[in-house]
C-alpha cells in the first residue's frame, strides 16, 4: 500500500462514528472519479429516513431534503430494494428502478425527490452501495452525475465496485456506533404497507387497492403491478379506475398530487 493511500484510509477509518465519515469518503474518491453530489441515507422500514452524509453541496434546499425524509424516501428505488432485502454492492439506479420510474412523478419532482437538479433537469445517474445492517434495515451510499458530465463508465463502476468491501466494513461499524439508539427497537412485523401509505388512503380503499396505489406512486405500470400480484393487466386496470373514483381524482398525476399534499402537512 502506498503511503498516500495508507494516510486516506486512516482518515476514514478515524471518522467512522463521526458527522466527518462522508466527507472523508468523497474526498478519498473524488482523487479517482468525478461526481457531483453524494449522500447516504439510513433507510428502514415503516420509519423515516435518515440523512447520514448529505453531500449535495448545497444544491437541494431544505424543504426538499424534509420532504424527503418524512416520506417522498417511499418512492425512491433504493429504499424499496433496502426493505424487500435487495443483495448488497454497487448498484444503478436504473436497474433498481421500476419500469414507470423514470416518468413518474416523484422522479421528477423538485418537491421531494433531491436528486433533480434545477439546472439540468433529472439527473441523468445514480450509483449506490446498497450495505444491509439487518433485514429491512440498510444504508445507502449514493453517487450523481448531472446530465452534462455523463454517465458513470464501465471503468468507473468497476473502481467503486472494487471497494465494495470497504465500504460494507466501514459504514456496518458506523451505523452501529453512531446509530445504535435507532437499531435497538424491534424488528417490523410482516406488514408490506408503511403507515405514510395508510393514513393517505385509510378509510378510502379496500387493503389491495391501497397497496396498488402504493405501486402506482413508485413508479409501476399497469403490466408491472399484474405480474407483482400474478392478476391480470385487466384486472388492475379495473383496481385502478375504482381507486380514482374513490379518490375523486382522474389520473396518476393526481394521486401523486395528494401524496405531496400529506408530505406537505405540519408534523
Known sequence: MKAEDSKTLSAIIAAIGSDELGARIDAALGQ?????????????????????HNGYNGSVPVKTLDA?????????PFYVACVNDHPAGLWR?????????????FSISRD??????????????????????????????????????GPFTQWE???LADLEPLFASVFDLH????????????AP?????????????????TETQRYIAKLILQ????????SLLNISEGTVKVHKHNIYQRLGIANNAELFRLFIDYLAKPA
Do not use: K, T, W
Open 157 to 159: 463502476m468497476q473502481v
Open 219 to 226: 413508479g409501476h405500470s399497469s403490466g408491472s403491478i399484474a
Open 93 to 105: 439506479m436504473s436497474e433498481l428502478a421500476p419500469d414507470s420510474f423514470f416518468s413518474s412523478g
Open 68 to 76: 424527503y425524509v418524512r416520506g417522498g424516501y417511499l418512492l425512491d
Open 32 to 52: 479517482r472519479l468525478a461526481f457531483d453530489m453524494s449522500c447516504g441515507y439510513l433507510f428502514r422500514f415503516n420509519h423515516n429516513a435518515i440523512l447520514v
Open 112 to 149: 421531494i425527490h433531491p436528486c433533480v437538479s434545477s439546472e439540468h433537469g433529472a439527473l441523468v445517474e445514480e450509483v449506490g452501495f446498497i450495505i444491509p445492517i439487518r433485514s429491512q434495515v440498510a444504508i445507502v451510499y449514493s453517487f450523481m452525475r448531472n446530465l452534462d458530465s
Open 189 to 205: 412485523v410482516d406488514v408490506r404497507l408503511e403507515d405514510a401509505f395508510v393514513d393517505i388512503l385509510q378509510g378510502q380503499l
Open 175 to 186: 451505523v452501529r456506533l453512531r446509530y445504535r439508539e435507532v437499531l435497538s427497537g424491534a
